[in-house]
């Protein structure tokens, strides 16, 4: 049964994802639908503050975001999916949004200083941080706003920008004498985070991810590539699961209590070799998303499908978004 506080998130159209996005959002989005009133979006503004030069892909990528979520789950007659710049309103509301917030709430961000760290070490324009960049947790701010969000899911590191959307809503609120924004919370999300086969973070640009999109034959391959014990030098030595850096933790994530245990017990005895073992993890892997990938197939080869559930999602979304920034506009005083 959906109560009805609304729930929004998204995602910047990033091309096929891969599974720990799904471990670590999607997932979580899917069980959400069920409970709230749920905006899911594909932020393609937010990917141009720093691919502005690079859009040829753009629409592909949206398309690709959009078919791996219908695959998990995400099912439009329970949520509305939308793509971010087909709703020029929240542009709009950005505009109000940009002239009450101070430059050193912005400034604040931990991700813009992460970025702009990148960006300076790159060469000429390209070190540039734009003035898009810069105002990107305004438009995320715009983005919640849009819809006027009761809550958020998000990780820990990014509880910040959820304070700073509260902070605009209350300077708004009393600026304009008004309430009409509500206070967005944080909903804290504990999914388990999937490292990439090399043991680092995983990523499509560091080349360690395994797509949802991946056929079975190239997950296997993949899988035989995880990192195991690297003290291990034969198969009957005995092995350290606890340092076994990426095989061992996929199985805490994707094996059951008991397949864990015989893992951890075999390996420890110097009884399952890691070739093995990683065979049998990727067999398991491959179960998992053999549904989800069946899907997929369909979605894939229906490409005018998942571009009509966009479309009307946007819609949808639109004339939600319509009534709040008519309210701002009052509350505003604009012609
Ligand atoms: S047997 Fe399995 S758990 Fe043990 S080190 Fe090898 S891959 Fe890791």
Redesign the pocket.
Known sequence: MQSDKIVFTGMRPTGKLHLGHYLGVIENMVKLQDEYKCYFFIADWHALTTKYDKTEGLKQDIIDVATDWLACGIDPNKSTIYVQSLIPETAELHIYLSMITPQNWVERDPNLKDMAKILRSKEGFASQINYGLMGYPVLMTADILSFNADFVPVGVDQVAHVELTRDIARRFNNIYKTDFFKETQPLLNSCPLLCGLDGNKMGKSFNNDIKISDTEEVTAKKVMS?I??RS?MRKDDP???DE?EV??KY?KIFGTQTEIEK??C??QKGL???AD??RQ?GTKINEKFAEIREKRKYYETHPEIVEKILLDGSQKAREEAKQVLSTVRKLVKMF
């Open positions: 995880a195991t014990d291990r092995g350290h699961p076994c095989a061992f199985w893992v951890q075999e390996c399952r070799g890691c073992c990683k993890l």
